[in-house]
Structure formats: C-alpha cells, structure tokens
C-alpha cells in the first residue's frame, strides 16, 4: 500500500484486508485460539545470535540501485507502468 494514493481502489481493497484481518486476530485471542499479547515473548534462552555480514548488505544495496535504475529506464520508454 506504500507509494498509492489514497483515492486508489487497490488501497481501499488493502485497508479492507487489514481491517478483517486484524478481526480474525481479535476473534482468535478472544476464543483463546491464539496467545494474547501478555505472553511472555521472550527469548533470552536463545543460543544463536544475528551477526550482520556487510558484504551481503553491500551487495544487496547494489542490486536495489540497479533494480531502481532499470524501472526507471523501463518508466521512461514506456513499457514499465
């Protein structure tokens, strides 16, 4: 739904989706079907730990420019709408 404007009917559907979707959830907890949100989350017994690679955010940030670079070459000849 980023980048639509409001008056866009793909939005109105998403806002829609969201709007059920956030019942079903209520519906669940209230049945006790799911956890509420006063479980305890917690994950301080967890062995593994995220170490971020700055290789791959590098080369996932260049994949992103030439993504961008492209669309907009595609926008501006018309065959990317």
Do not use: W
């Amino acid at each position: 739904m980023i980048g639509r404007e409001m008056n866009d009917r793909g939005t109105a559907a998403g806002v829609n989706a969201i709007v059920v979707l956030s019942a079903a959830l209520m519906a669940g907890v209230e049945a006790k079907i799911l956890p509420g949100v006063d479980v305890d989350f917690s994950v301080a017994g967890s062995a593994s730990r995220y170490d971020p690679d700055m290789a791959n955010h590098e080369r996932y940030c260049a994949g992103r420019d030439r993504q961008a670079r492209l669309e907009q070459a595609l926008v501006l000849t018309g065959e990317f709408v």
